[in-house]
């Protein structure tokens, strides 16, 4: 099996970094045979080739220079046990998280859509998800989903005397999952922006709310005691106010970031988040042993099917 991954995580590059490859895509790497998968806590780039020494060079000359010293590389096996450990969100900022595994799936079923993956590489994610889900049920690995809903909800609750309807920026996945939480929490109505305003309405629709014109972001922020801003724009949306009066609370859960740190407020960013998170799960962190030497079993377990070189 000849694969290999770059990659710029939570562990080794503060955000603003990973933010430099955020907009990094496939279509920059023509002709390889690549796998992008681009979270908010990770951006990995999985390859297969002949001659991996080759490609692995080819992609970092391709890469922002103040990036290459905080890259790491894992080639065949090394690589096999980090997307296997990442998948079951083992490599996470909060242990155990389920949505990784899903973003996986999707990176791959995106990949393979583009271009036509080589055996290596489409071995390596089936087995990686294969495995994730036999971790999931083998170690009961809580379901982690709400987590970050949570937290979200506790800050605010702490922050603010009571809730008022915030201000939902960006009808992304997550926005969509916070808005399901919150509404179970007792919020019956939201205020929504979105650059397309027909899938603003489709929120609308599902929850009591109000679309408002995205145009104008920047004079109606701040006039919201809270806002969640989570979209795929690759630039600031929120830039600072004239409106010096009002301090209001922002979460910024977009990379690469969606608000810009000067503005006046709280904000908090995925990186905060995830920081706090992140205490509240050191006991879960004791079965990471445990469980990274099942992994690694059953990927020795595969080579005799498959050739996995060390």
Known sequence: MNVGVIGLNFKVAPLFLRESLASFSLQELQHTQCVLLSTCNRIEIYFSADDLGAMHERIIEGLPNNLKQHLYSFFNKEAFLHLALTTCGLDSSIWGETEIQGQVKEAYKAASKQQRLSKELHTLFQKSLHIAKEVRARF?????????????????????????????????????????????????????????????????????????????????WHHFPWTIVASKSLHFLLTPSRNTHASPLLFDLALPRNIDPRVHATIYNIDNLHKRLNTKQNNKKKKTSLIASYIQNKIYSFENKIKIYA
């Open 140 to 220: 009961h690995l809580e379901r982690t989903s709400f987590l970050l809903e949570e937290e979200i909800f506790s800050i605010a609750s702490s922050y603010l005397p009571t809730l008022p309807p915030p201000l939902i920026v960006g009808c992304s996945d997550i926005n969509f999952k916070i808005c399901t939480f919150l509404q179970r929490k007792g919020l019956s109505r939201f205020y929504f922006m979105n650059r397309t305003e027909e899938k603003a309405k489709l929120f609308q629709n599902h929850f009591s709310g109000e679309v408002l014109p995205f145009r104008e972001i920047n004079t109606q």
